[in-house]
């Protein structure tokens, strides 16, 4: 069992930033850690992830913006959010891959003001 707590989400205006923590509860043999967000009405899509040899993926829409990271030694994971749009408004979730079984956390929510 993992279980992933997140946290820094809030509210920001458009162009801020904001930086989003997972802590896992262990981090051996969790190969893929990620964060997926989800808007009203939108079902839930990739952001960012990170494998445990730091090889990073990104969604189109945060490419340039957003910036994933892994602190094994914290079992924590971040995500750096800069210039920040309305439409990165959403529920954001982090999600664990260990041993073939996904694992998520309860979510923080990011609202972006215009």
């Known amino acids: 069992q993992v279980q992933l707590v997140e946290s820094g989400g809030g509210l920001v205006q458009a162009g801020g930033s904001l930086r989003l923590s997972c802590a896992a509860s262990?981090?051996?043999?969790?190969?893929?850690m990620g964060w997926y967000r989800q808007a009203p009405g939108k079902q839930r899509e990739l952001v960012a992830r990170i494998t445990s040899r730091l090889s990073t993926n990104y969604a189109d829409s945060v490419k340039g913006r957003f910036t994933i990271s892994r602190d094994n030694a914290k079992n924590t994971v971040y995500l750096q959010m800069n210039s920040l749009k309305p439409e990165d408004t959403a529920v954001y979730y982090c999600?664990?891959?260990?041993?073939?079984?996904?694992?998520w956390g309860k979510g923080t929510l990011v609202t972006v003001s215009s």
């Open positions: 262990v981090t051996f043999s969790i190969n893929v």
């Open positions: 999600k664990a891959n260990r041993r073939g079984v996904d694992y």
